[in-house]
């Protein structure tokens, strides 16, 4: 109301008659009105930022709770595939340890023949020695 006092107490800078104090207030209440407006508009359009946030959120959240499933599923294929190259490996070493026994064995048995061997060697040549020294 103090608009359309303000208003009234202005001098008219147009040539027609001044307004009469009624029209004043519709036009006073019609700015009012286009203010509310604009208010509630831009109500509406922050309600519709939250709500587009919300939904952003939310589907964020989906996608985080999707690909931490999915991170999970394939960190499971990897230990299971981890766990069969394991298995693959220990196998291929059991395979390679028979082998190194068996070498290691036969390596034993040729040191215990050659030892044999060689004391026979030696033998005969102290037989051959004490033979040449009686003659």
Do not use: W
């Amino acid at each position: 109301q103090m608009d359309a006092f303000f208003f009234d107490k202005l001098p008219s800078t147009s040539q027609s008659t001044p307004k009469p104090r009624h029209e004043t207030t519709q036009v006073h209440y019609s700015r009012y009105s286009r203010i509310d407006d604009i208010g509630k508009k831009v109500q509406d359009l922050v309600g519709k930022i939250n709500d587009s946030r919300t939904m952003d959120q939310t589907i964020m959240d989906n996608f985080q709770d999707k690909l931490v499933e999915k991170v999970g599923e394939i960190c499971g294929q990897m230990k299971e595939h981890m766990y069969t190259v394991y298995e693959e490996n220990s196998h291929a070493m059991q395979a390679t340890l028979r082998e190194l026994t068996l070498v290691l064995e036969s390596c034993s048995k040729l040191n215990t023949e050659l030892h044999t061997v060689s004391q026979a060697l030696a033998g005969l040549n102290r037989g051959l020695t004490l033979h040449r020294s009686t003659e």
